[in-house]
């Protein structure tokens, strides 16, 4: 059974720092990439973040670029989100997912999805 369980998640104000985590079991974590994704109320669920299988290529948004950082470890079957200068437009629930595919940025193109951690942003 797949599962994907994010962490990390909480309150902070605005300019703060979160890492999230995301612990994968179940599959071959080193086979797929890894994407983040996030959605705020009444809104769709929109692409934040993607990393290669190896680790070696990443892709973000880029409303985040250059504050979000996306790693794995593949000994730890685990997927990173380090998030800093945190807005209130961060504000929403974060999922981790998983793709056969490569740094794709359509929800569609998953497979595989946590349940969420919840990020709020205060200002």
């Known amino acids: 059974q797949v599962q994907l369980v994010e962490s990390g998640g909480g309150l902070v104000q605005v300019g703060g720092s979160l890492r999230l985590s995301c612990a994968v079991s179940?599959?071959?974590?080193?086979?797929?990439?890894m994407g983040w994704f996030r959605q705020a109320p009444g809104k769709e669920r929109e692409f934040v973040a993607a990393i290669s299988w190896s680790g070696g290529s990443t892709y973000y948004v880029d409303s985040v670029k250059g504050r979000f950082t996306i790693s794995r470890d593949n000994t730890k079957n685990t997927v990173y989100l380090q998030m800093n200068s945190l807005k209130p437009e961060d504000t929403a629930v974060y999922y981790c997912a998983a793709e056969r595919g490569y740094l794709e940025t359509g929800a569609d193109e998953y497979d595989y999805w946590g349940r969420g951690t919840q990020v709020t942003v205060s200002s």
């Open positions: 179940g599959l071959t974590f080193s086979s797929y990439a």
